[in-house]
């Protein structure tokens, strides 16, 4: 499969700063990722979808502001955790795709986020 | 209701056996299905996807879809302790829109 690489991997921040995670599609150019978050013992769920060169479409309840995501070329999104607050804590996920990949996307290992 | 149903467990089965996981979603205009492994702390990674009715086989994988019953299972063989892990069925109703289930966790 196609590999795509989140960093960092983990993170620990104080209260009201901010953090960036990075999303890289390495072999194939994404022309959609998705940013999901997972509490411990629940599902992903899904925060924004992403297209380049174009604004983030966001989930229902989920603060735009809050969360900024710049998807600003083919093999890169960001995600932007601003003025974090301990219960931004959880695990990030970004995923990407293209058509050619016939609907399959594939996923980063993850960022897990913690607040303190 | 909710999108995408998935019995959360745990599920035991002993070593060698035969698990069988099963899924169940609302939207009957669903094209895409996928089962996706997650081991604890880790991303998902994709095992199996299915677009059309009947058995899928990969290895000790075989998922099951009936679109009329709005149901996918996965069937893994010989189940090893490896094999341990939560795993997540996604149903796509729209390009890469992945719905996820809650995800079942399975013990071998």
């Known amino acids: 499969g196609a590999v795509v690489s989140q960093h960092p991997s983990w993170v620990i921040c104080k209260s009201g700063t901010s953090v960036k995670i990075e999303c890289r599609s390495l072999d194939f150019q994404a022309t959609t990722m998705f940013w999901y978050r997972q509490f411990p013992k629940q599902s992903l769920m899904l925060m924004a979808t992403?297209?380049?060169?174009?604004?983030?479409?966001?989930e229902q309840g989920v603060e735009k502001d809050k969360f900024l995501i710049n998807h600003a070329s083919l093999t890169l999104s960001t995600l932007t955790v601003t003025s974090a607050h301990p219960e931004d804590s959880s695990f990030y996920i970004c995923s990407a795709g293209t058509v050619a990949m016939n609907t399959e996307a594939f996923f980063g290992q993850g960022t897990r986020l913690t607040v303190v | 209701q909710k999108e995408v149903e998935q019995n959360s467990g745990p599920l035991s089965v002993p070593e060698g056996a035969i698990a069988s996981l099963n899924c169940t979603y609302s939207?009957?205009?669903?094209?895409?299905f996928f089962w996706y492994r997650q081991y604890s702390g880790k991303s998902p990674e994709l095992i199996m996807s299915i677009y059309s009715n009947g058995d899928k086989e990969d290895g000790r994988f075989t998922a099951q879809l009936n679109k009329a019953s709005q149901y996918v299972s996965l069937l893994i063989r010989d189940s090893q302790p490896s094999d341990s892990a939560t795993y997540l069925c996604?149903?796509?109703?729209?390009?890469?829109?992945?719905?996820f289930g809650t995800g079942t966790r399975l013990k071998v």
């Open positions: 996604a149903v796509n109703p729209k390009t890469y829109k992945y719905i």
């Open positions: 939207d009957r205009v669903s094209q895409s």
């Open positions: 992403s297209n380049e060169g174009s604004k983030a479409t966001y």
